[in-house]
């Protein structure tokens, strides 16, 4: 069974619309992640939710809105792409924060 | 330098022989830890090591850490083909909101066969 899940794998749009990537994770984990990866693998947190609670919110446009309908689950919705938002997005969790995280596969994103 | 600087920036060493990489962070930190990432794929974790600890040790991984000298070391030992990956540090430094998740740039290590 996979541990933290994404969905999709891959993502291609064009710019100015509007696109969410999901995640999910069976660990019963409290804390949940989500990072970004750009083309020199320079990894970058954007958000950090504990139990459902925002507690990490790095300076990330608000284009970006990070939802957690419970705590296996924190979505990511983007509105208004840019050819800049083109990454690698990681989903990541632990069981408090700061602590070991698990990855998720990744969710390559292309602007066009 | 950045928190959670890394260096080298790529290695390159025969199979069978150690690699060391080197990270190194500005402030105070909780703990520290390594990941690897292979090509195309998610990170997986190493170790992790705390701001009490001095060295872990993971099969052929052992982890240092000198908080004087604010900076970690990963050993990997009798080096093999498999071990070809990106390693990353990452420095976690606060507590609740206040956190602070930083990881480095990562180091490049290729294992000649």
């Known amino acids: 069974d996979t541990a933290v899940s994404q969905t999709p794998k891959y993502l291609v749009t064009q710019m100015g619309n509007d696109k969410s990537i999901k995640c999910e994770q069976n660990l019963g984990h409290d804390t949940m992640y989500w990072y970004k990866q750009d083309s020199k693998k320079f990894l970058k947190i954007m958000f950090s939710y504990n139990n459902k609670e925002l507690i990490i919110n790095e300076t990330v446009p608000n284009r970006f809105s990070p939802k957690s309908p419970d705590k296996a689950h924190l979505n990511l919705h983007i509105n208004s792409l840019e050819l800049g938002d083109s990454a690698v997005y990681f989903c990541a969790s632990s069981q408090h924060l700061g602590e070991t995280q698990y990855f998720g596969p990744g969710t390559r994103l292309l602007v066009l | ?113």
């Not at chain 2, 790529?10 to 150690?18: C, D, F, K, V």
């Not at chain 2, 402030?27 to 998610?42: A, D, F």
Request: aromatic letters at 6%; one cysteine or more; proline letters at 2%.
């Open chain 2, 1 to 113: 330098s950045q928190q959670g600087e890394e260096d080298p920036q790529a290695l390159s060493i025969q199979e069978g022989e150690n690699a060391t990489m080197n990270c190194s962070y500005k402030t105070s930190i909780n703990n520290l830890q390594w990941y690897r990432q292979n090509s195309g794929r998610g990170l997986v974790h190493l170790i992790l090591i705390r701001s009490n600890e001095r060295e872990k040790h993971s099969g052929r991984l052992r982890v240092t850490l000198d908080t004087s000298k604010k900076s970690s070391s990963l050993l990997i030992t009798a080096s093999r083909a498999a071990d070809t990956a990106s390693y990353f540090c990452a420095t976690v430094m606060g507590y609740s909101s206040a956190s602070k998740i930083i990881f480095g740039s990562g180091t490049r290590l290729s294992i000649r066969p």
